[in-house]
């Protein structure tokens, strides 16, 4: 069974400063991937970052990167240079890329940027 | 172009009611997910449409929940004899494939938020 932890439940920044949110999991699966969403208070699942099991580089979009450690089974979130729009939940997930196509998500960290 | 949608967004109803929630997802998109999302169980998966047919029901919580899919499309989530339990922000996903492959990403709709009294 496919398990993701995030262990911050909130997380405080100050605007431009970067934040890391943390994420680990756990699987048997050979080939998965990494997801991590955030969520406004809109409610909408916004999809931000994808990383494979098996890319070498670190995943990066705009001000989003991936901090993937494979033999830690961690797959953390860095947000640099933070806006005040980032304030929001952030869920880690993960799927098999063999099997089943449902993602397994983490419990989520609140991300409050403040000016 | 545009994006999933859900309706209705809020939904009251009172316990024993059935109900139902739609879900449009993105045009092409041939796989189809229902997660639930509640304060005491999180993101919680459903229900898997891969074009009409559901290869993986295993989420469902219990009998009083069904899904369907029509024309490869709109899919609709009915619950029947609501529970105070079931109140929680159903979200709806679609992606291009759903095979497995890497770039399988799924996008979310905006939820419809059920309240049962």
């Known amino acids: 069974a496919q398990k993701i932890t995030q262990t911050q439940p909130g997380m405080f920044v100050q605007e431009k400063e970067a934040v890391t949110l943390d994420c680990t999991y756990d699987?048997?699966?050979?080939?998965?991937?990494l997801f991590w969403y955030k969520q406004p208070s809109s409610g909408e699942m916004i999809f931000l970052i994808y990383q494979g099991s098996y890319d070498e580089q670190n995943a990066t979009e705009g001000r989003y990167s991936l901090n993937f450690q494979k033999a830690r089974k961690s797959a953390n979130l860095v947000i640099s240079a933070s806006q005040l729009g980032d304030s929001a939940m952030y869920f880690c997930?993960?799927?098999?890329?063999?099997?089943?196509?449902?993602?397994?998500f983490g419990t989520g960290t609140r991300l409050l940027v403040s000016p | 172009g545009a994006g999933v949608s859900q309706s209705p967004s809020n939904k009251v109803t009172e316990k024993g009611k059935d109900v139902e929630l739609r879900c449009d997802p993105i045009?092409?998109?041939?796989?189809l997910y229902w997660y639930r999302q509640s304060l005491g169980q999180g993101l919680e998966f459903l229900i898997y449409?891969?074009?009409?047919?559901?290869?993986?029901k295993s989420g469902l919580p219990s009998d009083r929940f069904s899904a369907e899919r029509t024309g490869g499309s709109v899919s609709t989530l009915t619950i029947q004899r609501t529970q105070q339990e079931d109140s929680a922000v159903y979200l709806c996903?679609?992606?291009?494939?759903?095979?497995?492959?890497?770039?399988?990403?799924?996008?979310f709709g905006p939820g419809t938020r059920l309240t049962v009294l």
């Open positions: 449409f891969q074009g009409n047919s559901a290869p993986d």
């Open positions: 996903a679609s992606s291009e494939d759903g095979q497995g492959s890497s770039t399988d990403t799924q996008y």
């Open positions: 045009s092409g998109h041939t796989a």
């Open positions: 997930a993960m799927r098999d890329l063999t099997g089943f196509q449902k993602l397994v």
């Open positions: 699987t048997s699966d050979q080939s998965y991937g």
